[in-house]
């Protein structure tokens, strides 16, 4: 469902949107926008393309490139995003990378390079704002994960792995950070959303799988997991934490 008619619930608030040089990271940061957020797109990619979308929304947008698995160029983009908008209020983090590899032939060097993108990236990210949250007594981290952690399907153990993390790591740190008004929650969306343009054999068979499973016979959209964003986001939300939502049109029942 489309949603035309915006709250403007974050007004002036701002939010740091990992992993928005496209895909769902773009719609992120367009919802966010709607609301009335000012946008910092945080990317080791070119976000030029994401920047004017969210132009025509708003003029507060502006991107930091890097490598969020890089300590010191991740505190660089944190304090940049500071002297440019003041504090962060928001963190949507976005990073990951997708790869299906039958068990057998995984190598150390993909189950490492999976975890280091995922898990930390997470960690170094969240690690500079939550000073920056703490000191304002607001913050909204969002994490997204995917509903493989649900299902159990074959060829992603080592994505299954990172992205269970990745819910470890903010149900832990919601119970740490309520007391300062941060709520820490996770969004678990499904393949179809986080791999829709491959066209790999194993891709293709879980797909075909896949959709016909779901209680909405429909790929879930950027757009369907924006909304959630966007509500989680919202100041109405500070009750809501430690949680983990699943999206994915009813392929998982969680």
């Known amino acids: 469902m489309q949603i035309n008619k915006y709250e403007r619930g974050l007004q002036d608030k701002v939010a740091l949107v990992t992993g928005a040089a496209l895909g769902n990271g773009r719609a992120f940061c367009e919802r966010l926008a709607?609301?009335?957020?000012?946008?910092?797109i945080a990317d080791i990619a070119d976000a030029t393309e994401t920047v004017e979308a969210v132009k025509l929304i708003t003029p507060h947008v502006e991107a930091f490139q890097g490598d969020l698995t890089n300590e010191a160029e991740v505190h660089t983009i944190v304090q940049n995003i500071v002297k440019r908008f003041g504090r962060i209020d928001i963190l949507i983090h976005n990073v990951g990378i997708y790869e299906e590899e039958p068990f057998e032939l995984l190598t150390f060097a993909q189950w490492r390079r999976?975890?280091?993108?995922?898990?930390?990236?997470?960690?170094?990210?969240t690690h500079a704002v939550v000073p920056i949250m703490k000191q304002n007594q607001f913050g909204r981290i969002i994490t997204l994960s995917s509903d493989i952690v649900w299902l159990?399907?074959?060829?992603?153990?080592?994505?299954?792995?990172?992205?269970?993390?990745?819910?470890g790591f903010t149900r832990s740190l919601s119970a740490e950070v309520g007391k300062y008004g941060i709520t820490s929650n996770a969004i678990t969306v499904g393949l179809t959303a986080t791999q829709r343009a491959t066209d790999s054999p194993l891709s293709s068979s879980i797909l075909q799988h896949i959709l016909p499973a779901q209680?909405?016979?429909?790929?879930?959209?950027?757009?369907?997991?924006?909304?959630v964003v966007a509500f989680l986001a919202l100041p109405a939300s500070g009750i809501i934490t430690g949680q983990t939502i699943n999206v994915d049109g009813g392929v998982a029942r969680h």
């Open 34 to 40: 709607e609301e009335g957020a000012h946008i910092a």
């Open 114 to 125: 999976m975890l280091d993108i995922s898990l930390n990236s997470l960690f170094l990210t």
């Open 152 to 167: 159990g399907t074959p060829y992603l153990t080592h994505y299954a792995t990172a992205k269970m993390g990745i819910i």
């Open 215 to 227: 209680s909405v016979h429909r790929s879930d959209e950027p757009h369907d997991i924006a909304n």
